[in-house]
C-alpha cells in the first residue's frame, strides 16, 4: 500500500489486504450493481462496496459488516449514504452519532470533511446550528485504507488476539526481530482529525508470515492477530519468550 499513489491502486491495495485479513473475497461480499448504480458515489467508494459492501467480520460478534462495529466510528452502509442538500455525501459517522463525515459524490478521489460537535473550539467555524467542519483530508481512498486498517486493528470481531506495547516492551522487541518481514503497509500522518476524535494518524506495518497488523502512534504500539497461530505469538512475545 505505501507504494500507491492513486485511487485505483489504493483501492487495489485495500482489497488484497482484506483478503489477506479476512479470506478470499466472495462475489456475496460486493453489493450489486444494480444499487451501486442508483447511488452517487465517487469512484473510492463504488469499488469499495461493489467488491466489500457486504464483507463479514473476521469472527460473528453481532455486526454485518468488518467496516463498522461498537467501539470506534464506522462507514455507512450503502442504504445509509445520504446525498446532502449542500451536494455533499453523508458516508461515515462516529460512533455516538456526535459527527459525520462528508464527500463528494460522482467524483475520482474526493476530499474528506467531518462535520458536527467536536470538544474543542478550534475546529473550524461554528455555524448557525453549532456544527463545526473540518476538512482531515485530501484523497477519499486514503481515508478509505486507513479506516479499515482501524477497524480491523480496533474492533473486537477483527481480530483473534490483540496486545499493547510501548517502546522498549518485550513485544516491542518482537517487532525488531522481526524488522525484515515487518512490511511497512500503510502512513495514515497526512489526515488532520481532531483532537477529541480517534485519532486515525500514525503508521501500519504488517508481519504476513505471523498474521499481525501493528499500528504505531508516537511510542505507542497497538499489535493484532488474525488466527490463534498469532496470538499465542503475541501471547509469548508480550512474556519476553
Known amino acids: 500500500m505505501t507504494d500507491a499513489r492513486d485511487a485505483a491502486s489504493r483501492m487495489g491495495a485495500l482489497e488484497r489486504f482484506l483478503e489477506f485479513w479476512y479470506g478470499p473475497n466472495r462475489p456475496e461480499f460486493g453489493e450489486p450493481k444494480d444499487r451501486l448504480d442508483a447511488s452517487p458515489l465517487p469512484y473510492p467508494l463504488r469499488r469499495f462496496y461493489g467488491s466489500a459492501g457486504r464483507q463479514p467480520p473476521l469472527r460473528n460478534d453481532g455486526n454485518d459488516y468488518f467496516y463498522q462495529g461498537g467501539s470506534g466510528h464506522h462507514l455507512l452502509d450503502l442504504d445509509g449514504i445520504e446525498l ?5 455525501l453523508n458516508f461515515f459517522t462516529e460512533y455516538q452519532g456526535d459527527w459525520n463525515g462528508l464527500t463528494l459524490p460522482d467524483a475520482e478521489d474526493p476530499p474528506v470533511w467531518l462535520k458536527g460537535c467536536f470538544e474543542e ?11 463545526r467542519t473540518v476538512r482531515v483530508g485530501d484523497s477519499l481512498s486514503a481515508f478509505l485504507v486507513a479506516h479499515c486498517l482501524m477497524a480491523t486493528l480496533y474492533e473486537s470481531e477483527n481480530h483473534v488476539g490483540s496486545a499493547w506495547a510501548k517502546t522498549g516492551d518485550p513485544l516491542h522487541d518482537y517487532l525488531g526481530t522481526k524488522r525484515a518481514s515487518a512490511s511497512p503497509l500503510w502512513d495514515a500522518r497526512g489526515l488532520a482529525w481532531p483532537r477529541s476524535c480517534l485519532d486515525y ?24 492477530a488474525r488466527d490463534a497461530r498469532g496470538a499465542r505469538i503475541l501471547e509469548e512475545a508480550s512474556r519476553g519468550r
Not at 473550539?121 to 456544527?131: H, L, R, S
Not at 501500519?204 to 499489535?223: K, N, S, W
Request: hydrophobic letters at 30%; aromatic letters at 8%; charged letters at 40%.
Open 121 to 131: 473550539d478550534d475546529v473550524g467555524e461554528e455555524d448557525e446550528e453549532g456544527e
Open 201 to 224: 494518524g500514525g503508521s501500519f506495518r504488517l508481519v504476513p508470515d505471523d498474521g499481525i497488523l501493528v499500528h504505531q502512534t508516537d511510542d505507542a504500539f497497538r499489535f493484532v
Open 84 to 88: 446532502l442538500p449542500d451536494g455533499r
